[in-house]
């Protein structure tokens, strides 16, 4: 990386910026910078680039220097957006590291990092050349088209004349338009990011007068009744709040905006403008009054400790222990001392949730991160939190890339989640495994919280890694729930069970609403049904784009793929033999809720899942209703098992465990334990200990019998021994290439030369090439090579630089052609 290592630039000094493009480019590129912009130029500042014929880019300065690249001549760079960085150095080290580790490259991680509205958008425009005077009579009928729209629309876009014209390649005849001198083109840089601007109105300062103001009231009531309307709103509205916008006059006058604006013309009213949060709330004064439990402070206390010995802690912590209001201490703390917190939840759902617990303690210093935000919420919250006024930052992975000045600590919540991975696109990092070397490079502190670690975050810390804390009763004393295990096979021989809900299940739920309680429904699957079959030739609708079934959603009516998005309608004729016997196997969160509505008419009942919550408040709409109590029953997928603290819900259904345990993944029994544990800890969390029903066909299930006591440890140990056995993490890592390619036959002869060049720096760490659980995806067909390499003795940095090496290698062959390699290091 190139460094500028003088303090002060000179006027002609030449000087040339290595840039980070927002592109999946192996090496950063560098670009001459012109003599009128030296002084303007800095690391971290956004610059406009040309890459390529005519490509215009945003790029981040990641380095100033004065030697001209050896092998191509130096562009010069077009423009120079930003007065001040929006990025730090530290954050060009972290992509930095995050590109290595993860084995991308750096403009892969400039795309996840960055809003959108930081990376311009480049349209190519087009626009009549004034100084040309148009004869039509010689163009020909496109020509005319399009000079004719651009008369009654001075610009253009390349894809609205496509539009126009009908066809989609029109660059040559806007290049023989160009040539003639009809047209002008140019690539423009447009910034999306649009600040939030409002109306303020103030009273003309004559009128503070009282006799002024009476006689101006005086004309307005015989002559403009609505503009004497909107004066009276005014004052009453002054009396009461500093500031009054366009819009709040306007409600409460109910005089309309024409009248407003008549008073501005006549200069009773003035009207400004100013520029406002979208992020605002209003300030909540309360107190942070809670009281720790005696296990909570011995468990505060031994934090303090240990951070005092290690800089990454584990805080194994029952269900409903009170882990929060551990985070809200030590934040408090953090927040004296003038330093900025992150404090990473694994879900939206969760964000939205426990923002209004935390605004309680931090007002407005408190901001929110995650990908339901628009484009300008997005870029204000980066911008707030790089000038330091959020001193706390509550978000989803992405908020590990936001530009903290003074980081002091690093909360991850439920850290044994697998939504802290991202898998698709590059880069696929894990935000907690991020958030760790995040934490080195500022020298913060870091706090992973969970009742159920991720086996490799309680390896380290029983190793000696990490410090380990632990809080094994629940805040107020309220017992674990109780928890009963029904074998659906029994309820179905005994014709008990009611579609999908056992005797038992039905009675609990029925005892909760009669006492006015809450009851949360966890099944693993959202649509209505994931298979349909024709009983007669077995004939199940499969996607066109993917290997897998299609899912009945009978919200839509349609059959939908959730891997592509792909939906067709839902046939009532079986296509391959003409029977019209189809039934739908399996069940989803959909047909739950549609079935508990039968089954329990007059009971309020909502669903949670991907499809209920697509809209940016739809997550905190259902939250609020059952806060509330106008939802008794809620239904849903993982979202409802993570983090949700009601005081009403005192029983838990779970429809199917076996979903869960009969997975085909080395990990299948540690998410199973920790997916069943965390659902059942959303019961009986406020006094009333509560209740857990598991549906099963294997009630003797070692998982299950493992959830009944409560016993994460004998889980640990046992599942340790297989993991040490087969080469699992914790002990090995594992890295997985996935080769993709839209021939299979071709894909065959990739795969396998590709595994034989790791094979020759590896040996039998190498595994595969074989096909994946799914193994064809949006019309790519997928092989997967696995690498699995020891902890000790091996250098993975050397091991990540070879990986590198072979797929760059492979990449310049002519076998390679039309393939797509994508490595995934630590992928589960």
């Known amino acids: 990386m190139l460094e500028f290592t003088g303090s002060e630039h000179t006027d002609r000094r030449t000087l040339f910026v290595e840039v980070v493009l927002p592109l999946g480019i192996a090496i950063n590129y560098t670009y001459r910078v012109p003599y009128d912009l030296n002084d303007q130029i800095a690391v971290g500042k956004r ?12 790029a981040i300065v990641a380095g100033i220097g004065e030697q001209a690249p050896e092998k191509y001549e130096a562009k010069y760079i077009i423009d120079v957006l930003d007065a001040e960085p929006v990025v730090h150095q530290r954050q060009l080290q972290f992509w930095a590291w995050i590109a290595d580790y993860y084995l991308c490259n750096i403009g892969e991680v400039m795309n996840a990092a960055l809003p959108t509205a930081l990376k311009l958008a480049s349209e190519t425009k087009v626009e009549l050349n004034k100084e040309y005077p148009v004869d039509k009579t010689t163009l020909n009928d496109r020509e005319y088209l399009i000079v004719d729209a ?26 023989m338009m160009f040539e003639k001198g009809i047209i002008n083109i140019s690539e423009e840089v447009s910034d999306r990011y649009k600040p939030r601007v409002r109306t303020f109105i103030t009273l003309n300062p004559i009128y503070r007068d009282q006799d002024q103001l009476r006689e101006l009231f005086g004309i307005l009531e015989k002559r403009a009744p609505k503009q004497a ?68 402070q011995t468990a505060l206390d031994e934090i303090k400790q240990g951070f005092e010995q290690k800089d990454v802690l584990l805080l194994h912590g029952v269900t409903s222990a009170g882990k ?104 696929r990092y894990n935000a907690r495994d991020a958030s760790i070397y995040l934490g080195h490079m500022y020298g913060a502190k870091v706090l992973l919280g969970s009742a159920t670690p991720s086996f490799e975050s309680f390896y380290n810390a029983h190793n000696g890694k990490y410090g380990l804390v632990k809080l094994t009763e629940r805040f107020g004393g309220v017992e674990m729930p109780l928890i009963e295990v029904v074998s659906i096979t029994e309820e179905t021989k005994k014709k008990t069970i009611q579609s999908h809900f056992t005797s038992v299940l039905m009675q609990d739920i029925n005892n909760a609403l009669a006492n006015k309680e809450q009851v949360i429904l966890f099944q693993n699957r959202r649509g209505y049904a994931p298979i349909m079959l024709c009983k007669i030739c077995a004939y199940t609708p499969k996607c066109i784009n993917c290997d897998v079934s299609l899912t009945y959603h009978k919200s839509s009516g349609k059959l939908h793929c959730h891997y592509c998005g792909y939906k067709e309608d839902s046939p009532n004729i079986c296509p391959a033999c003409g029977s019209t016997q189809l039934e739908y196997k399996g069940f989803g969160t959909e047909k739950v809720e549609a079935e508990l509505k039968l089954l329990l008419p007059d009971a309020r009942i909502a669903r949670m899942d991907l499809d209920t919550t697509r809209s940016k408040n739809a997550f905190q709409n259902i939250l ?35 979903s869960l345990l009969k997975y085909p ?68 890592r594992l890295i997985e290439i996935n080769i993709k390619h839209k021939d299979p036959e071709i894909l065959h002869h990739q795969a396998e030369a590709l595994a034989r060049d790791l094979r020759k720096h590896f040996d039998d760490r190498v595994i595969g090439p074989e096909y994946p659980l799914v193994g064809r995806i949006r019309n790519y067909f997928i092989k997967t090579i696995i690498l699995k390499f020891e902890k000790d003795n091996i ?22 052609k039309g393939s797509v390699i994508q490595p995934d290091v630590d992928p589960y």
Do not use: C
């Open 324 to 427: 929060t209001q551990l985070y809200i201490r030590l934040i408090e703390e953090m927040v004296n001392s003038g330093k900025q917190i992150l404090y990473l939840l694994p879900e939206i759902a969760l964000t939205t949730h426990i923002v209004e617990r935390l605004r309680k303690y931090f007002g407005n210093a408190i901001g929110v991160y995650h990908s339901r935000f628009n484009d300008n919420e997005r870029v204000e919250v980066w911008q707030k939190v790089l000038s330091g006024q959020y001193r706390v930052v509550l978000g989803a992975r992405s908020s590990v890339f936001l530009p903290f000045k003074d980081l002091g600590l690093i909360v991850v919540d439920e850290e044994h989640e697998n939504s802290y991975k991202q898998f698709d696109p590059a880069p």
């Open 665 to 732: 993944d080395f990990r299948a029994n540690e998410r199973a334990y920790q997916m069943l544990s965390q659902v059942s800890g959303r019961a009986g969390r406020r006094g009333k200990q509560g209740k857990v029903v598991i549906q099963t066909y294997d009630p003797g299930h070692r998982v299950i019998q493992q959830v009944i006591a409560h016993d994460y440890v004998d889980l640990y140990n046992t599942e340790m021994t297989e993991r040490k056995n087969f080469k699992y993490p914790p002990f090995y």
């Open 624 to 658: 609020n209703d059952l806060d509330e109590h106008r939802i008794d029953i809620l239904a849903g997928t993982q979202m409802v098992a993570k983090g949700l603290d009601f005081a009403s819900v005192t029983v838990i259904g779970i429809i199917s465990a076996d």
């Open 150 to 175: 651009l008369e009654l629309q001075p610009e253009l876009t390349v894809n609205d004349i496509a539009k126009l014209l009908g066809q989609k390649t029109v660059m040559p005849i806007l290049k």
């Open 229 to 296: 309307d909107a004066v009276l709103a005014y004052i009453q509205l002054s009396r009461s709040q500093k500031t009054i916008s366009k819009s709040e006059l306007v409600e409460a006058s109910g005089a309309g905006a024409a009248a407003i604006k008549s008073l501005i013309e006549k200069e009773i009213l003035f009207a400004e403008e100013k520029i406002v949060s979208r992020l605002v709330h209003d300030a909540d004064d309360l107190e942070a009054n809670f009281e720790l439990s005696p296990a909570q």
């Open 47 to 58: 610059v406009v680039v040309q890459f390529g014929k005519s490509k215009i880019y945003t």
């Open 795 to 816: 250098s993975m940095p050397k091991v990540r630089a070879t990986i590198k090496d072979v797929i760059t290698q492979f990449n310049t062959t002519k076998l390679s």
